[in-house]
């Protein structure tokens, strides 16, 4: 059987070649040499002010009538090697399934913030993506664009693509496959939606916030696709991909076909962030007809959003029908005027990944597309490369759409990360990926199955929890019959203050449509709870270390120490992001301290629990004259301090037998009790 399924696999490889050949072949040294083209034509940017568009809230934007075919996969794949392929997934995949605990439960989460995105516009499928600032959450579908304040979730602004873009007259109104990203690093919004006019021209439109402010000036490009570099190529793109790198560039990525032939290759478009982000571009960097392993040309590339420094850029694409492996590439000296790509080893995953069957829905004859294991959107961060699509795969009664987390430690090449996330009967599909600051992985993603209409679910921190909740859930079935359109992918982002992840999805309204939902993680913080010292302990150490349970989804937490239970002047209030501190205090033996928690994230911030004690016992009071022993001379020492303006105890507390913090008529009648009639010892001591 697996020379059988090596041979189809030979068998598929050497088809695509033959296919695609006159690309292929046309590299006689290295077959996996990527070739590039560089664009000398500048391009001053146009100029729009967000507040000066017209409001177009509801506004219908039908997808117009295309003269030519859409296509979605360069070639028709062997069914019976795709069927092998799935028989291989299923079976290997037994070794890293990670099956979704909550998956029957259906509980909807708690997010931080939850709110109403763009609702639907007309177009089929929505491709729904979006990016968060330091005050906006900015939305993008087939064909508008929103843009909401971040934390209220108030609609501040929406507009058509067609009038957005108006000002650099694109080849035609037919603009679709929306993304959007910010760059935290420059503080810019970027917009890219494709163009066509289906007959020769077609267009990367650009829009470029001037600031941080979604709702300020931006600049608007409307870049050539029809070329290579400065060749007219006769193609459009579809499919694209957007990301950037640390320091140096934009990055845009599409499938490319001829306007009246196939599928031609994949390309990469390098934007200089100095030029693109001042207004005026001296040109691009375009690489395209980018190789696999086994010489195929690769087919959907997409760029990281890259959130650390990676020393140049990073690009994934898995093969669309399934495979063992995926396959990266590095793109260094992006400021340079000669930038190069570079295929990276090869990333073995054991087990195949293969085509998902059409996620069905309740009350429906009609199926969802999944489009398939096609590379979805990829994210970078601390020499960790992550991304996450859809699969088949068999849970027990049944093939379906499930998830394939894959993550990648780009410093071996090895996966770190290499999972099949789902739940038997139930399909999930379009995942999108991210981590936050603590290099927690959160998952947004389309979910339905005969008994459940689309919805939107996510899992926050997958490592310690894989449970999914739900964001919005579907009210209805979505279309009418036969296979539907839903997608073609998800929206996850990162806020720049780096302690939250955005997503953002679509869902099926009462209406037989789709809308959209924007929801922030973490969710809202849960208090913590006190482990040790335990309360009221005595602990015979000058050192104590508090601890308490970590709070679901704190990212810090307050502490505050003091020796008095209404903490007004706290010894110590201190911020910290483990569950566990050592208060740096020199503790007086006996006396009681009092401590409490906060737990803290983006979200909000829980009350302080109830105040603990603890003491640190030692050298036990009474000692009032400073002498060896406790005897009545402390008796004597202490009334003629108390009552002749002797001298005072030294140390202080000595002389505070009952640990009351001040010394009186009481501590001397507590000594007398203990030294002439066996009562309790002073405070104080083990």
Known sequence: MRNKYLLIAGFVALVSLLMLAGTVFAETDDHRQTKSAANKIGQDASTISMRSIPFEIDAQTPKPARRIKHHSRPFVVDPAYLQQLEDEA????????????????????????????????????????????????????????????????????????????????????????????????EKHFVILFLCTDDISKSSYLVGVSQTEDAMGDWWLYDLDAAMIGQIPADTWPDYPGLGFDYSDAVYITSNDWGFSTGFEYSKVRLLKKAELYTGSISGWHDFYSMRYHDFSVAFTIKPAVTLSDAGGEYLLSNIWYGATYTTYWKIEGAGTETPTIMLQPQVNLVAPYSNPPNPPQARSTAVLSPLGPMTQDVFYRNDKLYTAFSQSYNWGSG???????????????????????????????????????????????????????????????????????????????????????????????????????????????ASHNWSTWVGQLPEAVEPATHIAPANGSAIPDTVVTLEWNSAEAADSFLVEVDDHYNFSTPLVSVKITEPTYTPELEYLSGYSYYWRVKSINDCNTTAYTTAWTFSVCGDMHGNADNSIDIDIDDVVFLIHYIFSGGPEPDPYWAGDTDCSREVDIDDAVYLISYIFAGGTPPCGGC
């Not at 491709?127 to 304040?149: C, K, L, Q, T």
């Not at 899992?459 to 073609?488: C, E, I, P």
Request: glycine letters at 8%; charged letters at 15%.
């Open 399 to 509: 093939s379906v759409a499930s998830i394939r987390l894959v993550g990648i430690n780009t410093t071996t090449s090895s996966p770190f990360l290499n999972e099949v996330y789902g739940a038997d009967g139930i399909h999930y599909f379009f995942p999108g990926i991210a981590t936050d600051y603590q290099d927690r992985i959160y998952l947004v993603f389309s979910r339905s199955s005969v008994e459940d209409f689309p919805s939107i679910y996510y899992v926050a921190d997958y490592q310690t929890n894989n449970s999914a909740f739900g964001l919005k859930v579907g009210q209805d079935y979505f279309g009418s019959s036969g296979v539907v359109r839903w997608g073609d992918y998800a929206g996850i982002c990162v806020d720049p203050s780096d302690r939250s992840v955005w997503m953002y999805h679509e869902w099926a309204t």
């Open 90 to 185: 299923n079976r290997l995949g037994q070794a890293i399934a990670n099956p979704d605990k909550g998956a029957r439960e259906k509980t909807l989460g708690s997010p931080c913030r939850s709110y109403q995105g763009i609702i639907s516009t007309g177009w089929n499928p929505p491709d729904p993506h979006a990016a968060v600032g330091p005050e906006h959450v900015v939305n993008v579908v087939n064909s508008s664009i929103a843009v909401f304040d971040k934390n209220s979730g108030t609609l501040l602004y929406q507009v058509t693509a067609e009038n957005f873009f108006a000002p650099v007259n694109p080849p035609s109104n037919f603009i679709f496959d929306p993304k959007i990203v910010y760059d935290p690093f």
